[in-house]
């Protein structure tokens, strides 16, 4: 019977130290990080036609990626990708 008792004071102390971890205060308030590449700052993009759009001012690699196309998986933080419909809409960007 002493076995449910430990569990809950286990259970209690997690909770406790959980709370206590989230009472720093901090001066500014808390931003996004910014992204390596700018999609964050390319979003008004979304739902243009990517053949369209000049990318050479907005990042220094850019990767235009079509529906089931394949992609290398090496993970390049300035490179821009470019996430485009069949029918070339632009549907997402993100980094990598």
């Known amino acids: ?20 971890m989230g009472d720093e205060k901090s001066s500014e308030p808390s931003r996004p ?6 999609a964050t700052e390319l979003g008004y993009i979304i739902g243009l036609r ?27 933080p300035e490179r821009l990708n470019v996430h485009v419909s069949d029918a070339g809409i632009i549907t997402k960007l993100t980094c990598g």
């Not at 990080?33 to 700018?38: K, L, N, R, S, Y």
């Open 1 to 20: 019977m002493t076995l449910p008792r430990f569990a809950l004071a286990i259970a209690g102390l997690a909770l406790f130290a959980s709370c206590q």
């Open 33 to 38: 990080a910014t992204d390596a590449c700018g």
């Open 50 to 76: 990517a053949s369209e759009i000049d990318f050479s001012e907005q990042a220094d690699t850019v990767r235009v990626i079509k529906p089931n196309s394949a992609v290398t998986l090496d993970h390049r």
